[in-house]
């Protein structure tokens, strides 16, 4: 995919439209609301800094929380505006689309304040997009984290203004379309989290990449239920979670999966084959997430007569799974990495996300990292920079890779 991307000769002396993802997240302090991970801000320096440098008028527009189409001003954007202000050592005019229309902007620098306090953002209005395209020239999209939604200000806005990609945002298309277009091989995929409602789409059309997919998390419970395996009282999302998914069975997609990929692609040491898809051989289980004792439950090997106890939660993999799983890790030459292999937040479940972290950060792999869970396990381990590329995406990363042509790109090409 090959976008747009801002030049000096599309951007220089005009009003840019610059649309953005601030919305991250705020700690009180003292009764004043502060920036908590500045990451999204930063990543957006780069763009902003060449706009200024090629005298562009700059008119910053993001979204922040869900405040339901009213004004709520516990997801006012002046607390990024602040942040952004320190981080540029600039002066941010910060403003209300109202008022930006009453009033000629002639500040460099303006940011407005949360448009989804205005209903008519998400409903993608052309009225709504008419208004924020009257105060610019060109539009700029440095928001691949809502470029899968058609809302005014990323899709409506792009028939109205000519459009061009920011440079975060074309640094993360190629990373993700390198993967799913050329990656180098062995390509490992490795899927954990909670949910599988919200990756199937994604699993499914990299399965048909990688050479390996390495299960772990919630998401590993539907392909041991696929396969015969007892969860006993582990989460499982069998069941449809919106209404886009209503005809869809998660564990008999698993299994679908399962069935399509049985043949063995993938070998260890030049000699032992495995399948494509690799779901955990022994977890970490209790009877809760607050449990002060764990227990080592060996899938492969457990009694049949012996049933596991129904009150017994799988909250992380096992050693033997964290053995075998950096095995493949150690000779990936790609690794994409979306979602935690446990509780981690839990120290008692935290072990098999700490093993996985590090194991592909020490690989030689091109390492590709997504999903705000994964995101806030190596921060916490000190890893980022360890990593080829991180994406603060989420869901628009996922529904990238499984080949949706999202709204907010489309325009862009």
Known sequence: MTLKTITKDSISNKKVLLRVDFNVPLKEV??????????????????????????AQVIIISHLGRPEGKMNLDYSLLPTARKLSQLLNQDVLFTTLHEALEDKLSH????????????????????????LASLAEVYVNESFSTSHRAHASVAAIT???????????????NYLASLIENPQKPFVVVVGGAKISDKISAIKKLANIAD?????????????????????????????????????????????????NQQEHFLINDFLPLPKIIYPVDVIAAV???????????LLESDPLVPISDDLMYLDIGPKTIKLFEMVIKQAKTIFWNGPMGVFEKELFSNGTTKIAKAIAESQATSVLGGGDTISAIDQLKLTSKYTYISTAGGASLEFLSGKILPGLKPLT
Do not use: H, W
């Open 30 to 55: 003292d009764g004043k609301f502060l920036v908590q991970d500045d990451t999204r801000i930063k990543n957006a320096l780069k763009t902003i800094t060449f706009l200024l440098e090629n005298q």
């Open 108 to 131: 460099p620098l303006v940011m407005l304040e949360n448009l989804r306090f205005d209903k008519e953002e998400e409903e993608n209005s052309p009225v709504f997009a008419k208004k």
């Open 159 to 173: 028939e109205i203004l000519p459009s061009y990609a920011g440079f975060a945002l074309t640094q993360e298309v």
């Open 212 to 260: 390996c997919v390495l299960v772990g998390g919630g998401v590993s419970n539907n392909f041991l239920k696929a396969d015969g395996f007892e969860v006993a009282n582990s989460y499982l999302e069998d069941k449809p979670v919106d209404k886009t998914k209503k005809n869809t069975d998660f564990v008999k997609f698993a299994d679908r999966l399962l069935d399509s």
């Open 288 to 298: 809760s997430m607050e449990a002060k004792t764990t227990q080592t439950i060996n």
